[in-house]
């Protein structure tokens, strides 16, 4: 595999990547308009994928939203967008496609790339490593018959659940992501210090008496970071980067994802600077597509009963702090094809949203004029 051993990032010209498209409708409106849902204080809720058991999670699932922050002066009419290439070369397999093997002549398909392969350790708690070329993408996963040896036909076993004893600390766990990185030699020239993703503990307290539960897997996040700017997911605010699963039972290294090129192609854009126009829209929230995502699967909101819907008095204000200027990562499909670019954005971060029981930790409002409609 090529080396990636720094970042990249080459100027072209303005508009270079063509119409930027627009940001679903959808994206940024209330919660509350979402279908038909309205108010309910403890909503029933159904967690897929988990025999389809209805909990009570404690969301409320209509809010008003609130810019509390402080007023922000946009002087820039213009801010840059960046583009990743994804392409990888593997110079050191070409030789496989100009070779015979005992199936079929290769050499005879002109023209012919490695588009993705994967390798698979032979070796207790090996791993699946797949490579995407064309996607510039390297996942890592268990080599899940190598790590569950015991099971047959007729299931694994019982295991015995994980209790809150069991988990490591923060520390503990960053280390063995560190140590798994390092071992590995796994390039993180673009990313900074992993963060513990505790989003579980969320749910944890209402879980407790119904099924307690502690996951298997605990993510560590190492945040994408360019030209000082981190990169966010625009669904759901959540820093974008490289994600390390460590599985507690075993402590050790479960999986790897993330892990992208790092060279980018930048190109001048015409910016929004009406900061209260940017305002509005991150008041309208974030849709959730009547999800709520959580380490047992997604977590579908109901509708609630009649007569709830028509509690009007009981909506709750979220608070949004002075944001933040960042990039927010936007994959934009057009002619079969996906470009993803890295497009200047404001990052309003939600005033005590777990004491809210509101979904996620910020709001993303990109700055670049047209692509909210």
């Not at 040896?149 to 063995?176: R, V």
């Not at 009547?290 to 204000?317: H, I, L, R």
Request: proline letters at 5%; one cysteine or more.
């Amino acid at each position: 595999m090529s080396d990636n051993k720094q970042v990249t990032v080459k100027e072209i010209s303005s508009n270079a990547f063509g119409e930027l498209g627009s940001i679903p409708a959808d994206v940024n409106q209330p919660i509350s308009t979402q279908g038909s849902l309205s108010y309910n204080a403890r909503e029933a809720v159904k967690v897929e994928g988990r025999g389809g058991a209805y909990m009570d999670m404690g969301f409320p699932n209509q809010f008003i939203i609130a810019y509390k922050g402080q007023p922000l002066t946009l002087n820039e009419n213009q801010a840059t967008v960046l583009r990743r290439i994804k392409e990888m070369k593997i110079d050191s397999f070409n030789n496989l496609i100009s070779s015979h093997s005992n199936l079929v002549n290769l050499s005879s398909f002109a023209k012919a790339e490695l588009q993705s392969f994967t390798l698979s350790q032979d070796k207790p708690f090996g791993y699946n490593i797949s490579v995407n070329t064309q996607e510039g993408t390297v996942s890592i996963d268990q080599n899940w018959y190598k790590w569950n040896p015991n099971c047959t036909n007729y299931g694994c076993g019982e295991e015995k659940p994980l209790e809150k004893k069991d988990m490591p600390s923060d520390e503990e766990i960053i280390a063995l992501a560190d140590g798994f990185i390092k071992e590995h030699g796994i390039n993180m020239d673009n990313f900074t210090k992993g963060e513990v993703n505790k989003e579980w503990q969320r749910f944890a307290p209402e879980l407790s008496s119904a099924m307690p539960y502690i996951p298997t897997d605990i993510t560590v996040t190492y945040p994408r970071k360019i030209q000082n700017k981190t990169v966010y997911n625009l669904y759901g605010g959540n820093k974008d980067g490289v994600m390390v699963n460590v599985n507690i039972r075993h402590k050790r290294v479960s999986g790897l994802y993330g892990l992208t090129t790092q060279k980018y192609e930048s190109s001048l854009y015409e910016a929004e600077t009406d900061f209260g126009h940017l305002v509005k829209i991150a008041e309208r929230g974030n849709n959730q597509n009547n999800y709520y995502p959580t380490p047992m699967g997604d977590v579908k909101v109901f509708d609630a009963p009649q007569s709830e819907k028509e509690n009007e008095s009981k909506k709750k204000t979220i608070e949004l702090d002075t944001p933040s200027f960042e990039l927010v990562r936007y994959d934009h499909y057009k002619d079969y094809k996906t470009k993803e670019l890295l497009i200047p954005a404001l990052v309003f971060p939600v005033i005590d949203a777990q004491k809210n029981n509101y979904p996620q930790k910020n709001i993303v409002v990109p700055i670049i004029k047209g692509l909210f409609k």
